[in-house]
């Protein structure tokens, strides 16, 4: 894994969770003249799970893209590990960007590479080794994320919606990040799968230390490793806490999402 940062392991971080891994303040993104995120603030702790939930269209992935820099921002600063990504030097933000892993929604690998060259991308963009030393670091992904050693030479039009997921986390994971981006991981997964995704992620996080960012709609997902939870609504973050903090917010949306129908069907 990189070296941590010295600012890293300085006082200032959350009592409970530790220091401030991802800081967002006052984030406003718009689109023409709607506003989609306004004034947001959120803070992500080294070593958490943290669920990030909303309705759908609030902006979920605005935000995330936002972060990532791939959207632009109309105010507001972004730090990621202690850097602050506007006043960042080419070569920090580059440095921020191998430590940080990426899981977009529908898995985006590239459809014209087999999946052992899309895990194989990221480490020949950002660091300089050879195609063998690419190739063994490419199995050892795979094998993290519980896929089989014959998974490294099929196209991913021959993979499974599950599979699919985990080949993109094997690529997520291809520069040893230490914060994942993970867009709805579970989505398009059978109950079991997306429970074993779940298990995969805790354990990720368990051995390698990662911080997790993961927005989804998954109850079962909240409920069984999340840390955290932050609640999108009216451009910011309503809310954010435990599940129980949160379950005792006194709004509509996060009373009919955390105990509405599907909710209360929930079997634990
Ligand atoms: N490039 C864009 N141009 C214009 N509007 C956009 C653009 N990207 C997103 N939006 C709008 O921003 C709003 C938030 O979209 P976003 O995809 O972030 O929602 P979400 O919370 O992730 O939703 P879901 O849970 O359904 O995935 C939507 O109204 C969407 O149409």
């Known amino acids: 894994m990189a070296e941590t940062a010295a600012w890293e392991h300085e006082p200032g971080g959350h009592p409970e969770f530790g220091d401030v891994i991802l800081g967002v303040k006052g984030v406003t993104v718009g689109f023409g003249d709607k506003l989609v995120l306004e004034n ?3 803070e992500v702790y080294r070593r958490e799970i943290l669920g990030f939930v909303g309705g759908s269209g609030t902006g979920k ?9 791939l959207t632009p921002r109309r105010a507001g600063t972004v730090e990621v590990f202690g850097c602050n990504l506007d006043t960042a030097s080419g070569e920090e933000r580059l440095e921020v960007e ?3 892993g990426v899981l977009f929604q529908q898995g985006a690998l590239f459809s014209s590479l087999n999946v052992k060259q899309n895990i194989k991308m990221p480490m020949r963009e950002h660091m300089r080794m050879s195609e063998q030393l690419m190739d063994e670091l490419a199995l050892l992904k795979l ?13 991913p039009s021959e993979l499974s919606g599950g599979m699919i997921k985990r080949a993109s986390l094997a690529r997520a994971l291809a520069l040893d990040p230490d914060l994942v981006f993970l867009d709805e991981p579970t989505s398009g997964l059978d109950p079991i799968g997306a429970a074993a995704f779940d298990r995969l992620i805790e354990s990720l996080r ?40 949160i379950m005792q917010f006194d709004h509509p949306w996060v009373q009919s999402y955390f105990k509405g129908e599907r909710a209360l069907r929930r079997v634990d």
């Open 40 to 42: 947001l603030d959120l």
């Open 61 to 69: 992935s605005v935000l995330m893209r936002a972060i990532l820099g």
């Open 98 to 100: 191998r430590r940080w």
């Open 143 to 155: 094998e993290m994320v519980g896929l089989p050693r014959d998974a490294a030479d099929k196209m």
């Open 206 to 245: 368990d051995t390698l230390g990662l911080t997790v960012y993961m927005v989804t709609h998954d109850l079962d997902s909240l409920h069984s490793i999340c840390d955290r939870i932050a609640v999108l609504g009216e451009r910011r973050v309503l809310i954010n806490g435990s599940l129980d903090e």
